[in-house]
């Protein structure tokens, strides 16, 4: 039998990853994307220019179950990454992303980062260093 300690924290983890996952995508919406999208860009950004592959980028999801593909094809459709045919090898598809993209990134990141600041605001810094251990506890 379970532990009513144990349901009670799952329980609470699971309430709390609602409310910061609608909190998130209340801003995300304001900037016509999504959370998913929002993460590609920021692995692409994270190449300092240089290319990625469409495995990588899944490999570096948040969402391990997302249509990249398709994510990045909105993402095109919006200037914010380009796709091209590698020159080394041609069955290698490189994705860079573009100015516009960056420029995005650097207008949604403050409000990202104020958003976040608020959802943690009540925890000192020592508070959220020992949730983020006893999280990393619980993912493995």
Excluded: W
Excluded at 4 to 21: A, E, H
Excluded at 80 to 94: G, H, L
């Amino acid at each position: 039998m379970i532990k009513k300690s144990t349901r009670d924290s799952i329980l609470s983890i699971l309430k709390t990853n609602l409310r910061i996952k609608k909190k998130l995508n209340d801003v995300f919406k304001k900037y016509q994307i999504s959370e998913q999208q929002f993460n590609i860009l920021r692995i692409l950004r994270g190449q300092r220019g240089k290319p990625s592959s469409l495995n990588t980028i899944q490999k570096r999801m948040v969402h391990l179950m997302s249509n990249t593909t398709r994510l990045i094809d909105k993402l095109i459709l919006k200037d914010f990454v380009s796709r091209e045919t590698c020159k080394s090898n041609r069955r290698k598809i490189d994705i860079f992303i573009t100015d516009k993209g960056l420029e995005f990134l650097n207008e949604i990141n403050p409000v990202i980062d104020k958003s976040e600041e608020l959802m943690t605001t009540n925890l000192s810094e020592q508070e959220k260093n020992i949730l983020n251990k006893l999280l990393n506890k619980i993912a493995v």
